[in-house]
């Protein structure tokens, strides 16, 4: 019974993430401090948040997907995955090359490895 749910979730939701800022017991963050940690006036005094997240691909960055915005996300089809704004401005480069965050792990492991010997 549960299985045939699956099928209706979207890769995309498939890799959301969860983020709760629970500051009800607390004087919270300034607008200032919430606006420079990247959660928006919305995160800001004695109050609990809550949010959508979501893990890039490209460089394994966690972006908390703001749901006031208006201009499109960067998308990546060889992945089938959102990806961060700064992964998508590189991938508009000409001399682009397409790695995921677990391909460029791997060849740096590869590479410390065969240094290392």
């Known amino acids: 019974m549960y299985m045939s749910n699956i099928h ?3 890769n995309k939701q498939l890799h959301e993430g969860y983020l709760m800022l629970d500051h ?3 004087p919270g963050l ?7 940690l990247g959660y928006g006036t919305e995160a800001s ?9 979501n893990h890039c691909s490209h460089c ?3 972006v908390i997907m703001n749901p006031h915005r208006t201009r499109e996300r960067s998308y990546c089809q060889a992945c089938n995955k959102y990806i961060c704004d700064n992964c998508g401005i590189g991938m508009r480069l000409p001399d682009y090359v397409h790695k995921t965050y677990t ?5 740096g492991l590869t590479f410390y490895s065969n240094f290392k010997e």
């Open 30 to 36: 300034t607008p200032e401090e919430a606006m420079s």
């Open 45 to 53: 005094g004695e109050k609990l948040y809550e949010a959508k997240t």
């Open 24 to 26: 009800r017991a607390s």
């Open 103 to 107: 391909q460029i792990l791997e060849e």
């Open 60 to 62: 394994g960055t966690v």
């Open 8 to 10: 209706s979730i979207s």
